[in-house]
């Protein structure tokens, strides 16, 4: 069974950063695309970044690209989720996601997604 706990949420000022982390366990961890999405209270699900199984590729939402940056560990089974310049949009409850190990459609769909965290509160205030 794949586990994702998620870390690192907190509240934060606008401008402040925060470093999300994700331990990984249940799966093999070196063959599997990672990802991030996020919720804000009241609004659907969103993409944020995706990190290629060998962490050579990564992708980002426009709302956070040049300000987050997505990085993986295979040797701890962790990925991260560096956050800068954070802003009170960014306020969500934020989610560790798993790919498949085989090809991904769209990192952008949670269609694509085989695991999800339970998710880690990030709050910026103004």
């Known amino acids: 069974q794949v586990q994702l706990v998620e870390s690192g949420g907190g509240l934060v000022q606008a401008g402040g950063s925060l470093r999300l982390s994700c331990a990984a366990s249940g799966l093999t961890f070196s063959l599997h695309s990672m990802g991030w999405f996020r919720q804000a209270p009241g609004k659907e699900r969103n993409y944020v970044a995706a990190i290629t199984w060998g962490g050579d590729g990564t992708v980002y939402a426009d709302s956070v690209k040049g300000r987050f940056t997505i990085s993986r560990d295979n040797a701890k089974n962790t990925v991260y989720l560096q956050m800068n310049d954070l802003n009170p949009e960014d306020t969500a409850d934020y989610y560790c996601?798993?790919?498949?190990?085989?090809?991904?459609?769209?990192?952008?769909?949670?269609?694509?997604?085989?695991?999800w965290g339970q998710g880690t509160q990030v709050t910026v205030s103004s």
């Open positions: 996601v798993a790919y498949p190990g085989t090809y991904v459609r769209a990192y952008s769909d949670p269609k694509s997604v085989i695991a």
